[in-house]
């Protein structure tokens, strides 16, 4: 995960109980202006088949009422 | 030396699934002229993703068929060939995944009417397609804000 291009946090993602799907939380850092972005980068691989892949997602951020103020 | 008509099937898959079909935007796949470069044929590979008993669950056999099975994807032309050319083919695919793109290639010779059909020439992509489903682009999500993430992975 990175905010404004710097990475805060790295979690693995568990089995969803869906097929294919994994999921996981985390939470976000201090939003100081609007437009500030989030970028998602998650990787999957499977070594034994030589597969690897990666998804992106970029979100936009606004601050809080009382930290945009 | 008199062209002859020569047909070229080719087949791009995923390493460890099925065919790379419709579903996932299909491959563009390219026959060139290894030497000059010339483009001799070029299209899109679309249609089903195989039979998923023979590509998945039958071991494997010499000489058995795995992937040209009814209404299979696979890209196929015909070309008039005057002599033994040798030739490059790339798959690149799945078309409709950006992020997953992937690209194989072989080098074969093609001989003037025989037929390089059936199976076809096959090429294998390696890789995922790594969906994330939430958040989703159009979300706008607040300071310090407990986020759930999740993302779908499958095969090509």
Same mark, same amino acid.
């Given at each position: ?12 993602? #568990?089995? #969803? =109980? ?11 850092? !201090? ?6 972005? !989030?970028?998602?980068?998650?990787? +999957?691989?499977? +070594?034994?088949?030589?597969?690897? =892949?990666? =998804? ?8 809080? +009422?009382?930290? =945009? #103020? | 030396? @008199? %062209?002859?008509? $020569?047909?070229?099937?080719?087949? %791009?898959?995923?390493? &460890? ?10 491959? @563009? ?5 290894? &030497? ?13 993703? *195989? ?16 992937? &040209? ?14 002599? /033994? ?8 695919? /799945? ?12 080098? $074969?010779?093609?001989?003037?009417? @025989?037929?390089?059909? *059936?199976?076809?020439?096959?090429? $294998?992509?390696? *890789?995922?397609?790594? &969906?994330?489903?939430?958040? %989703? ?20």
């Amino acid at each position: 995960m990175f905010h404004n291009g710097e990475q805060f946090e790295e979690l693995e993602l #568990a089995y #969803a =109980g869906r097929t294919s799907v994994f999921s996981g939380r985390f939470t976000l850092p !201090l939003v100081q202006v609007d437009y500030e972005v !989030l970028d998602i980068r998650i990787t +999957a691989s499977q +070594a034994e088949t030589r597969n690897f =892949g990666v =998804g992106r997602q970029s979100v936009k951020l606004v601050p809080s +009422a009382e930290e =945009g #103020a | 030396m @008199r %062209a002859q008509s $020569t047909r070229v099937v080719v087949r %791009a898959v995923s390493c &460890d699934a099925k065919i790379i079909g419709s579903l996932v935007g299909g491959c @563009r796949i390219s026959v060139r002229e290894r &030497d000059s470069g010339e483009v001799l044929a070029e299209g899109l590979q679309l249609g089903g993703s *195989g039979d998923t008993e023979s590509i998945m669950k039958t071991p494997r056999t010499r000489g058995a068929t795995v992937f &040209d099975t009814p209404g299979a994807a696979c890209f196929e032309a015909t070309l008039d060939l005057a002599e /033994p050319t040798p030739v490059e083919i790339v798959a690149e695919g /799945p078309l409709a995944y950006p992020d997953a793109l992937q690209l194989a290639g072989k080098s $074969t010779w093609l001989l003037p009417g @025989r037929h390089l059909d *059936g199976e076809g020439l096959v090429l $294998t992509l390696h *890789g995922f397609i790594v &969906d994330v489903i939430i958040p %989703a682009s159009v979300d706008v999500l607040g300071s310090r804000q407990a986020v759930e993430i999740e993302a779908g992975v499958r095969l090509l």
